[in-house]
C-alpha cells in the first residue's frame, strides 16, 4: 500500500509528494545547469583568444546575462529546494511537507517562468542584455523590449521561492516528529530553515526592485531616472539588499549538506553542533547588513564605506567557526574518501579560497582596483560552483542510495571528482591572475596581455563542460543499473533517513511519527 | 587505487604546466603597484592580505592535510569521540577577530586618504556616454572626447582568419588626456545616458559615472607616462571598447599642451565658422558625412544603417531618414524624445551635423537626393 502512486504523466502533473516534487526539482535544475553551461561554453569560445571570433558583442551581452539570471535562478536555487523536498520529511520524521498542493504549484511556475525568461532570445532585439544585476538605467530607458518579459519571469520565479519558503518554515515548525526537539534537527534542516527566512525577507526586495523597473519603462515613473527627480543608485541598493542574503540562500543549504556529510565519512559526530547553528544565524543576520559592499565605486560617503566594510569583513568570524568544525570534526575521524566526501572535502577547501578573495574584495580602498574585474567572477564562482554545486552534487551521491535503492559506480564518481576538481580551478583560478593584471569583467574583447589566462580558463570551462555530461551518464547509469543499496548505505551515516527508512525509501514514509531519543 | 594516484599525478603536472607558463608571464599574474602614492598603499595592502591569507591556508589545509593522512581509517581505524570544546572553540572566534583588526587599521587609514579629494590643484570632468568618454578640463576651458582608435578590421575576425593586433589593442584612443605630475588633479565623473565607470589601474581610481549625478575623485600621478584603463561598468553592446588612456606630462609640457589645444580650439572654430557660411557640394557634404557617420553613428545604427532589430533602429529605408528633412534634423539635433539617443547639436559641428544629415539621406539607397548645408542647421537651430 505505502508504495501506491499514480502513473504517467499525472502522476508528475498532480502530484503533491515532496519525493516526486523534490526530484522533479533536481531535474529541472539540472537540465536549467545544461542550458546556462552551454551559455557559458559560447562565453569562453568567444574569449578563448583577443578578438571577436564567434559572437557579436550585442550577443555576448545577452548570453552573460542569461548564464548569470539561469543559473541563479534556474539551477542553484531549484537545486536546493529539490534537496529540502526530499530530505526535510525523511530527516525531521514528517509525512510530507506540510503545504503539499502549494509546493506542487511552487515547482510547477518554474518551467513557465524559465520559457518566458528563454522565449526572450528568439525576441526582436534580443534577451536581456544589461548582466544578472540588470542596473538601471541599462535595464530600463535603454533595455531591450524583451526586458518585460524578463520582469515577469523574476516575478514568477520570486512567487515560487516564497511558496517553497514558507512550506519549508511551516514544515521544520510543526511536522517534526515527537522529540525532535530544534536543536536535535540534522544541519540541513537547519541551514534550510534559516535560508527559508532569507527568502521570504529578500525575495520581495526583488518583486519590488523588477516592478519599478516596469513602472519606469511603461508607466511614466522616474524610480531610477535623474531626470524624474530618482536615482541610478537606489536601483543598487535595492538590488544588492535583495542580492547579498541571495547569496547566502544559495550557499546556506550546501554548508547543511556538507555537514551532513563529513561526520559520516569521519565516523564522528559534527563538531561544535550548536556553534554551527549560531554560525549559521550569525551569517544570515550579518547579510542584511552588508549589501553596499558591491557599490564602492559608486560615489558613497566614506563613513557608509567604513560601516560596509568592517561590517563584511565581520561575516569571515562565523564563517570561519564552520570551516574551523568541519576540519575539527575530521580531525582524529577515521576517514575514508567516497564520492560525496571528496566532493565535500574540495567544498571546504575551494569554498575557503573563495572566502579569502571575500576578504579582500571587502577592503574597499583595495576594493577599487579589485571591483568590476574577473578577480570579481574568480571569486564568486570559486563560492558557487565548488561551493554550492559541489554542494548539491555531493549531496546527490550521498543519498542517491537512499532515494532510488540503488549505488553508484564509485569508480566513475571518483572519476567525475577528479574531472570536477581539475577543471574547476583551470577555469576559475587564472581569473583571479586576469583580474589583477587589469581585465574588467563582462567585455567580449581583451587586451594580449589577458589571452595566456583566457586561453586556460576556456580550455577548462570546456572541460568542466564535458564532465556534466560525464555525471548525467553516471547519474543515469545508477539509477538503471545500479547495484541495490543497503538500507544504511554508509556506516557512519546518522539520521532517521538512514536509521528508520529502508533503500529505496517507500513513496509515502513516516505515516505515523518515528520516536526519537 | 591506482587510478586515482595517476589522476593525482596529472592534477599536479598540470598544475606544474600552467605554473610554469604563468611564470614567464610572472608580472601579469599580480595587481600592478602603478605610480601612484595610493596605487602603491593600495597594492601593500593587497600583498598584505595575501600574505595573511596564505598562512592561515597553511594553517587550516596543514591540518586538513594531516587529517587525510594520519586520519584515515586505515591508520586510524578507531574514530575519537569528541565533538565540542568550549575552549578551542572560544579560541578561533578570536583569533580571526584579531586578524581582522590587524587588516581593517590600515584599510581604514588609506580609505580616508583615498576619499579626501580636498586641495586639489585643477579639475577635469570625465562624461561617459555609449561608447566614448569626454574630458572637461575646468580651469583651462578645453574640452573634448576620447575614442577608440583600434579599426574594428583588427577585432571583427568572424571569419577566423585572425588579424594583426597593435601592442595597445583596445587599449588606445584618438585623444588621451593630458595631466601635468606633481598636481593634485580633481576628476569630476559623470554619465549622460547609463552607468559608466573610469578606472586606470596604474593610478588606483575607479569611479561610477552616473547619469544625474558627479562623482569625485583625485589622483597625484608622480611619474611622466601613459597609463590605460578600460571602463568597467557594464554600458551596452560596446562596454568593452571604450578605453582610457592617460598621458603623464611635466607640468612645462602641460601648459604647452594646453596652449596648442587652445590654438587648435580656435583654429577649429575658425574653419567650422569658414565651412558653415560656405556652401557645399553633395560630394563634398557625402564624403564628410561618411567619416562622421562611421565615428559617430554607426556604433549603433550600423556601418550598412541596418541598426539592430528591435534595439537600434535602421536608418536605411527608414521613415525618419527618408521623410521630411526638418524632423531627421530635430532627431539629429535634439535627441528623440524616447532620449535612447543623445542630442548631437552640440557635440558635431554645424557642417558636420548637415553632412551626416545629408549622408543618411542618400546612403544606402535613401535616394532622397537631399542636400543639407551647414546654413540650413544654423537656421534649424535659430528657429528652435
Not at chain 1, 174 to 184: E, Q, Y
Not at chain 2, 169 to 191: G, H
Request: aromatic share 14%; with cysteine.
Amino acid at each position: 500500500m505505502s508504495d501506491h502512486h499514480p502513473t504517467g504523466i499525472k502522476r508528475w502533473l498532480f502530484t503533491t509528494n515532496h519525493k516526486d516534487i523534490g526530484t522533479m526539482y533536481l531535474w529541472f535544475s539540472f537540465v536549467m545547469f545544461l542550458t546556462g553551461g552551454a551559455m557559458a561554453m559560447v562565453i569562453r569560445a568567444e574569449l578563448y583568444q583577443p578578438g571577436l571570433q564567434f559572437v557579436e558583442p550585442a550577443f555576448f551581452n545577452q548570453m552573460t546575462t542569461m548564464h548569470g539570471l539561469i543559473m541563479v535562478f534556474g539551477a542553484v536555487m531549484p537545486s536546493m529546494v529539490g534537496l529540502a523536498n526530499w530530505l526535510i520529511p525523511m530527516q525531521i520524521g514528517a509525512p510530507d511537507m506540510a503545504l503539499p498542493r502549494m509546493n506542487n504549484w511552487s515547482f510547477w511556475i518554474l518551467p513557465f517562468a524559465f520559457t518566458m525568461l528563454l522565449s526572450s532570445l528568439f525576441m526582436e532585439g534580443g534577451a536581456p542584455n544589461f548582466g544578472w544585476t540588470f542596473y538601471a538605467p541599462l535595464s530600463t530607458t535603454y533595455a531591450p523590449p524583451s526586458t518585460d518579459f524578463f520582469i515577469f519571469g523574476v516575478h514568477m520565479m520570486g512567487i515560487s521561492s516564497i511558496m517553497g519558503a514558507i512550506n519549508v518554515i511551516v514544515t521544520v515548525f510543526n511536522m517534526r516528529a515527537p522529540g525532535m526537539t530544534l536543536m536535535k534537527m540534522p544541519l540541513f534542516v537547519w541551514t534550510w530553515l534559516i535560508t527559508a527566512f532569507l527568502l521570504i525577507m529578500v525575495m520581495p526586495v526583488l518583486a519590488g526592485a523588477v516592478t519599478m523597473m516596469l513602472t519606469d519603462r511603461h508607466f511614466g515613473t522616474s524610480f531610477f531616472d535623474a531626470a524624474g527627480g530618482g536615482d541610478p543608485v537606489m536601483f543598487q541598493h535595492i538590488f544588492w539588499f535583495f542580492g547579498h542574503p541571495e547569496v547566502y540562500i544559495m550557499i546556506l543549504p550546501a554548508f547543511g549538506v556538507v555537514s551532513e556529510i563529513i561526520p559520516a565519512f569521519s565516523r564522528k559526530k559534527l563538531f561544535g553542533y550548536s556553534s554551527m547553528v549560531y554560525a549559521t544565524a550569525s551569517i544570515a543576520l550579518l547579510s542584511f547588513i552588508v549589501w553596499a559592499h558591491h557599490m564602492f565605486a559608486t560615489g558613497m560617503p566614506v563613513a557608509g564605506e567604513l560601516f560596509f566594510m568592517i561590517a563584511t569583513m565581520l561575516i569571515a568570524v562565523p564563517t570561519g567557526v564552520k570551516i574551523f568544525n568541519w576540519v575539527a570534526t575530521m580531525w582524529q575521524g577515521s576517514l575514508t574518501f567516497e564520492t560525496p566526501m571528496l566532493f565535500s572535502i574540495s567544498f571546504v577547501i575551494l569554498f575557503t579560497i573563495g572566502g579569502f578573495s571575500g576578504v579582500m574584495l571587502a577592503m574597499a580602498p583595495v576594493d577599487f582596483q579589485y571591483h568590476d574585474t574577473y578577480f570579481v567572477v574568480a571569486h564568486f564562482h570559486y563560492v558557487l560552483f565548488p561551493g554550492a554545486i559541489f554542494g548539491t552534487t555531493a549531496a546527490v551521491y550521498f543519498w542517491l542510495p537512499k532515494w532510488t535503492g540503488k549505488m553508484y559506480n564509485e569508480t566513475l564518481g571518483k572519476i567525475h571528482f577528479w574531472m570536477s576538481m581539475v577543471f574547476v580551478n583551470l577555469t576559475f583560478f587564472p581569473m583571479h591572475f586576469s583580474g589583477l593584471a587589469g581585465m574588467p569583467r563582462r567585455i567580449p574583447d581583451y587586451n594580449m596581455m589577458f589571452a595566456e589566462f583566457n586561453m586556460w580558463a576556456s580550455i577548462g570551462a570546456f572541460g568542466l563542460g564535458l564532465t556534466q555530461i560525464f555525471f548525467l551518464v553516471t547519474i543515469i547509469m545508477a539509477i538503471r543499473n545500479g547495484k541495490k543499496a543497503e538500507d544504511k548505505q554508509w556506516d557512519g551515516a546518522t539520521g532517521l533517513e538512514w536509521d528508520a527508512l529502508p533503500s529505496p525509501v517507500p513513496y509515502h514514509t513516516f505515516a505515523t511519527p518515528p520516536k526519537v531519543d | 587505487m591506482a587510478f586515482q594516484r595517476k589522476l593525482v599525478a596529472g592534477l599536479i603536472s598540470l598544475l606544474g604546466i600552467m605554473l610554469s607558463s604563468g611564470l614567464h608571464a610572472a608580472a601579469d599574474m599580480n595587481m600592478r603597484p602603478g605610480v601612484t602614492e595610493t596605487s602603491i598603499a593600495a597594492y601593500d595592502l593587497h600583498m598584505m592580505v595575501i600574505w595573511v591569507m596564505v598562512w592561515v591556508s597553511v594553517a587550516v589545509f596543514g591540518a586538513m592535510i594531516y587529517s587525510f593522512i594520519f586520519h584515515r581509517k586505515s591508520k586510524h581505524p578507531v574514530p575519537a569521540t569528541f565533538s565540542h570544546s568550549t575552549k578551542v572553540e572560544f579560541i578561533w572566534t578570536i583569533i580571526p577577530i584579531i586578524i581582522l583588526i590587524y587588516l581593517t587599521i590600515p584599510a581604514i587609514k588609506l580609505l580616508i586618504k583615498m576619499e579626501d579629494a580636498s586641495d586639489s590643484e585643477m579639475s577635469v570632468q570625465v562624461t561617459g556616454s555609449q561608447w566614448k568618454w569626454h574630458y572637461k578640463y575646468l580651469d583651462q576651458d578645453i574640452s573634448f572626447y576620447s575614442n577608440l582608435s583600434t579599426p574594428p578590421e583588427q577585432y571583427e575576425d568572424f571569419d577566423h582568419q585572425g588579424t594583426d593586433k597593435g601592442e595597445n589593442y583596445l587599449l588606445e584612443v584618438d585623444n588621451m588626456v593630458v595631466l601635468p605630475i606633481n598636481t593634485k588633479i580633481r576628476f569630476l565623473v559623470t554619465a549622460d545616458d547609463v552607468i559608466h565607470s573610469w578606472w586606470v589601474p596604474e593610478i588606483a581610481v575607479k569611479k561610477d559615472a552616473i547619469p544625474g549625478f558627479i562623482n569625485e575623485t583625485w589622483t597625484n600621478i608622480p611619474t611622466p607616462g601613459i597609463y590605460r584603463g578600460q571602463c568597467t561598468e557594464l554600458c551596452g553592446k560596446n562596454h568593452g571598447f571604450m578605453p582610457i588612456v592617460i598621458k603623464a606630462v611635466s607640468k612645462a609640457d602641460f601648459t604647452a599642451w594646453v596652449d596648442t589645444k587652445n590654438a587648435e580650439k580656435k583654429a577649429a572654430a575658425d574653419a567650422a565658422a569658414a565651412a558653415a557660411a560656405a556652401s557645399w557640394d553633395m560630394d563634398k557634404l557625402m564624403a564628410l558625412g561618411e567619416t562622421t557617420y562611421k565615428s559617430t553613428c554607426a556604433g549603433c545604427h550600423g556601418v550598412t544603417g541596418e541598426g539592430i532589430q528591435g534595439l537600434f533602429p535602421a536608418l536605411k529605408g527608414s521613415p525618419i531618414a527618408t521623410g521630411p528633412v526638418a524632423a531627421h534634423m530635430g532627431i539629429v539635433v535634439h535627441g528623440p524624445s524616447s532620449k535612447k539617443m543623445p542630442a548631437f547639436g552640440a557635440v558635431l559641428t554645424d557642417a558636420q551635423l548637415a553632412a551626416v544629415i545629408t549622408y543618411e539621406r542618400n546612403a544606402w539607397g535613401n535616394s532622397t537626393g537631399d542636400m543639407v548645408q551647414p546654413s540650413d542647421i544654423q537656421a534649424f537651430k535659430a528657429g528652435n
